[in-house]
């Protein structure tokens, strides 16, 4: 239960200002996003970075139980998944960053969900652990 609170304390605050600052500061988030993609180093480091966490999440965290817990072991299973999926194919990066950027309910939509999400861990992680 420790790691569990410890993990939702960093992603809760995480997911939170990451929403907060995509939903406040779009175009600065859309110029990083497109910045991203140009680079295949940063590509490479992000996925990288992702099967990282994903990893560490799933030695340490593999919980699969019936509650907020649970939470936190698919965010690993997806950095993962992610991770995997940006190194092995990075050149479909680019289309997905294109494909998500011209749809402009997914960009008001996807920052609202991690601040939700946000909200959800840092009450776990530091009022209800």
């Known amino acids: 239960m420790e790691t569990s609170v410890f993990i939702a304390r960093i992603f809760g605050l ?5 929403g907060a600052g995509f939903l406040f500061n779009r175009k600065a988030f859309q110029q990083v ?16 970075f992702a099967l990282v966490i994903g990893i560490v999440i799933i030695l340490t965290h593999n919980v699969w139980v019936a509650n907020w817990i649970v939470i936190i072991t698919i965010i ?3 950095a993962l998944i992610k991770g995997i999926w940006i190194i092995v194919f990075p050149n479909t990066v680019y289309k997905f960053m294109q494909a ?30």
């Open 14 to 18: 995480c997911y939170l200002i990451m």
């Open 33 to 48: 996003m497109e910045d991203f993609c140009k680079n295949a180093a940063v590509v490479f480091y992000g996925g990288l």
């Open 76 to 78: 690993g299973w997806l």
């Open 100 to 129: 998500y950027q011209k749809n402009k309910s997914l960009q008001i939509i996807h920052p609202i969900i991690a601040f939700i999400l946000g909200t959800i861990l840092s009450f776990f992680g530091f009022f209800a652990g």
